[in-house]
C-alpha cells in the first residue's frame, strides 16, 4: 500500500497520520449547491437552534449548571444525556467552520462556559455519577456510559481545535483534563475496564491525532485490545450487545447493538492505523465486508432487532421490522471512511453514499425540526402525530417527531451534515480524488506542496453528469480521480482527449491539466429494479426500484391521489412494465390485487396474474411522511 503522511491538519473529523489517502477539510472544499447545500442550509438555521431549544427545555443543559452550583438534586435526562450537548457543540464548532457565523460562535462559547464549570479537579465530567444522591463513579460501566459521554466531549473538542485553533474558550483544556483522568483511572497500570458503548475509542485517538498526544491514542488502543474479554457483567441480551463476547481481531461480523459495533469498529480502525497493526486492519475489513453482505438493508441502514437495537443474524433483514436506527447509520459512515483513507478502495465510499442518502436524509423532516430515530422500510399502517411539544418516549416514532427520551440521533444528523464536506474529496501523492458528488469547491494542495483546484458542478443525485471544470494546476502532470458506483454499469467519461467508457470503480485521468479543462463524468441514474439475495427471506418474491443512489417506495398518500388503491398492501409490482419519468417522478407498472379476509389467512396455492393494472409515482425514500400520515413501502411483491 502506498502510504501518505498527514503533515499538516485540515478541519476535518478524521485526521490519520498515514492510509493511502489524505482527507480534506473544510477550508478545501465546500459544498456550494444542490441536495446536500440545501440540508446544510437547513442544519444551520433551524436543525441547531431547535437542538439546543430542547437540551434547554428538557433540562440536560441545566444539569450542568447545577452540578456546578451543588444542586443537582433531581437530574433531568437519561444517564447520557450530557453526550447530546457535546454533540451539539461539536456540531456547532464544525458549523462555525463552515459559516464563521459570529452568534453561533457566541452561542457555542457561552455553552463551553456552562460545560467547563461543573467539571472536579481531576478531570471528571459526569452529570449522573459521584454527587450525593448518585451512584459512585464507575459503579455501572455496562449501563452508565460515562466513557462514552467522554467520546463526544472529546470530538467536540476535536471539531473546536481543528476548525478555531487559536481560540481559548476552554474546551480543548476540558478535554484534555478529562482525558488525563481517564488516562490516570483505566489506563495500563489501572483499572482493566471498558465501557458498556463505545465511543471514547475513536475519540481517544482523534484527541491523541489532534494534540499530538500519544496517551490518548495508546489509551484507545487499551480499550479495544480489552473488549472482547468479558470485562462486562452479562445481561439478558448476552454480552455481544456491547461486542465483549469475542476479541476484537476475532470477530468475524459486527454484532449486538449497532451503533456501539460501528462506534467500536471505528475507533479500533483508527488504532489499527496509528499503531500500523495490519492484522487488526484485516479483522476490521473482515467484518465490514461481512456485515455489507449480509446485514445491511438496502438503504445502507443496520440494525433489524427493536428490543436490544441490535443487528440480526445473517439475512435477517425484515423490512417492516427495520429498525435502522439513524445514529447505526451515522456510526456505519465513521467506520466506512476510516476504511476509506486506510486502503483507499471505492466501495467505502459507495456504502457512505447509499447511507448518506438513505438513512441519514430520511431522519430529518424538510424544516429540520423533527425526526427519525429509526428507520422502517414498510410502514402497515398510516403513523401517529407526535404532539410538538412534548418529548417523544419511544425511539420507533411513526412520524419524525421534535424530540425523544433518547435524543442521541437529531444532534448526530446536525454533527454529520455540518461537517458533511469533509467526506467529498482526498488527495494522496498522485492527485485529487473525488468520492461523494455534488456541486462544490475544491481548493487544496498535494502533498507535496503542488497547487490543485477544481469546481464541480452536477445536479447530482438526479442527474448524472458530474462536471469538473480544473481552475488551478500545476504544471506537473496530476491525476484527477472520480468514483463510479458500483450500480452505475455504462457510465463513461470525457476528457481533453476524448469519450471512453468508465468501469465500476474509480475512473483516473492523468495528464498535465491546464486551467479550464474540463473531465465530465456521466453515472445512468435512471430507474432501476433491485431483487434481493433469496436468503433474505423476508422480501423473497419482491423487488425495489432504485434510481441511481436512492432508494424509492411507494406512499399511500399518492396512491390515494391518484385514485388507484387505498393501502400499498393492495399493489403488485409488474416487471415487464416500464420505469419511467412522468413530472420529474418515476412511476411504476403495479396490479392491483386486493385480498378478501378469510377467516383462516392460509390455503391452497391459487394466486392467478393480478388482473387491473395502473401506474403508480414512487417517492424517494428519504422524502416519505412529509405530507402526513401514510403507509409505506421500499420492497413490493412481484406479480
Known amino acids: 500500500m502506498t502510504m501518505t503522511t498527514t503533515t499538516t491538519t485540515a478541519a476535518t473529523p478524521v485526521a490519520p497520520s498515514r492510509g493511502a489517502l489524505r482527507p480534506l477539510g473544510l477550508g478545501d472544499v465546500e459544498i456550494t449547491g444542490g441536495f446536500w447545500a440545501q440540508r446544510q442550509a437547513v442544519n444551520h438555521t433551524a436543525t441547531l437552534t431547535h437542538i439546543e431549544y430542547w437540551l434547554e427545555r428538557e433540562g440536560w443543559i441545566g444539569n450542568f449548571d447545577a452540578a456546578a452550583a451543588g444542586t443537582l438534586g433531581s437530574r433531568t435526562g437519561r444517564e447520557f444525556s450530557d453526550s447530546e450537548v457535546y454533540k451539539l457543540l461539536e456540531a456547532m464548532a464544525w458549523e462555525i467552520g463552515r459559516t464563521d457565523d459570529g452568534d453561533l460562535d457566541a452561542r457555542f462559547t457561552s455553552l463551553v462556559a456552562r460545560v467547563a464549570a461543573a467539571q472536579e ?101 487499551l480499550f479495544v485490545e480489552r473488549r472482547g474479554t468479558g470485562t462486562l457483567g452479562d445481561i439478558e441480551f448476552g454480552r455481544a450487545y456491547y461486542q465483549d463476547d469475542v476479541p476484537v481481531r476475532q470477530a468475524t461480523v459486527l454484532r449486538g447493538h449497532a451503533v456501539r459495533a460501528n462506534y467500536l469498529a471505528a475507533g479500533a480502525a483508527d488504532v489499527a492505523v496509528e499503531t500500523d497493526d495490519a492484522d487488526l486492519l484485516a479483522a476490521l475489513t473482515t467484518q465490514w465486508e461481512n456485515t455489507v453482505a449480509r446485514r445491511t438493508y438496502i438503504t445502507g441502514g443496520q440494525g433489524s432487532h427493536h428490543m436490544d437495537e441490535s443487528f440480526g443474524d445473517d439475512f435477517v433483514l425484515p423490512p417492516d421490522r427495520a429498525y435502522s436506527e439513524t445514529c447505526a447509520g451515522v456510526g456505519s459512515i465513521m467506520f466506512s471512511w476510516r476504511l476509506l483513507l486506510a486502503q483507499g478502495l471505492p466501495r467505502y465510499a459507495d456504502l457512505i453514499e447509499r447511507t448518506l442518502f438513505n438513512v441519514v436524509a430520511t431522519s430529518p423532516s424538510h424544516d429540520g425540526t423533527s425526526f427519525y430515530y429509526t428507520n422502517t422500510l414498510h410502514q402497515r399502517r398510516p403513523g401517529t402525530v407526535p404532539a410538538t411539544d412534548v418529548a417523544v418516549p419511544r425511539a420507533s416514532s411513526s412520524l419524525r417527531a421534535p424530540w425523544f427520551a433518547v435524543s442521541c440521533c437529531p444532534p448526530n444528523v446536525a454533527r454529520t451534515l455540518a461537517s458533511l464536506a469533509a467526506y467529498v474529496a482526498t488527495t494522496d501523492d498522485g492527485g485529487l480524488q473525488i468520492h461523494q458528488y455534488a456541486p462544490s469547491r475544491i481548493r487544496t494542495a498535494l502533498p507535496d506542496g503542488r497547487p490543485v483546484g477544481v469546481d464541480v458542478e452536477t445536479g447530482y443525485p438526479h442527474d448524472g453528469a458530474i462536471r469538473v471544470t480544473v481552475v488551478e494546476s500545476p504544471d506537473e502532470p496530476w491525476t484527477l480521480s472520480l468514483r463510479v458506483p458500483a450500480w452505475a454499469d455504462g457510465a463513461t467519461v470525457r476528457t481533453p482527449d476524448g469519450v471512453l467508457p468508465a468501469a465500476v470503480g474509480t475512473v483516473s485521468v492523468g ?21 434481493a439475495d433469496p436468503r433474505i427471506d423476508a422480501v423473497r418474491g419482491c423487488a425495489a426500484v432504485e434510481q441511481g443512489p436512492l432508494v424509492l417506495c411507494v406512499e399511500s398518500v399518492d396512491l390515494v391521489e391518484s385514485d388507484v388503491a387505498a393501502d400499498v398492501a393492495d399493489l403488485r409490482l409488474d416487471p415487464t412494465g416500464p420505469l419511467r419519468f412522468v413530472d420529474g417522478r418515476v412511476v411504476a407498472t403495479v396490479g392491483l390485487e386486493r385480498s378478501a379476509v378469510d377467516a383462516w389467512p392460509y390455503a391452497a396455492d391459487e394466486r392467478t396474474a393480478a388482473g387491473r393494472t395502473a401506474e403508480v409515482p414512487l417517492v424517494e425514500y428519504h422524502d416519505w411522511a412529509n405530507r402526513g400520515p401514510s403507509t409505506m413501502r421500499v420492497w413490493i411483491p412481484l406479480v
Open 121 to 221: 479537579p481531576d478531570g471528571y465530567l459526569n452529570t449522573a455519577f459521584g454527587r450525593p444522591g448518585q451512584a459512585a463513579r464507575y459503579t455501572d460501566l455496562e449501563w452508565g456510559h460515562e466513557l462514552y459521554c467522554y467520546g463526544h466531549l472529546f470530538q467536540a473538542a476535536v471539531a473546536r481545535l481543528r476548525t478555531r485553533p487559536t481560540e481559548d474558550d476552554g474546551l480543548v483544556a476540558v478535554a484534555r483534563r478529562a482525558a488525563d483522568h481517564v488516562v490516570a483511572t483505566f489506563g495500563p497500570d489501572g483499572r482493566v475496564a471498558v465501557c458498556g458503548h463505545a465511543e471514547i475509542e475513536p475519540a481517544l485517538v482523534e484527541l491523541g491525532r489532534a494534540t499530538g498526544d500519544a496517551r490518548y491514542v495508546e489509551q484507545a488502543a
Open 511 to 531: 495528464r498535465r491539466f491546464a486551467a479550464g479543462d474540463v473531465v465530465e463524468l456521466t453515472l445512468p441514474v435512471g430507474p432501476r429494479l433491485s431483487v
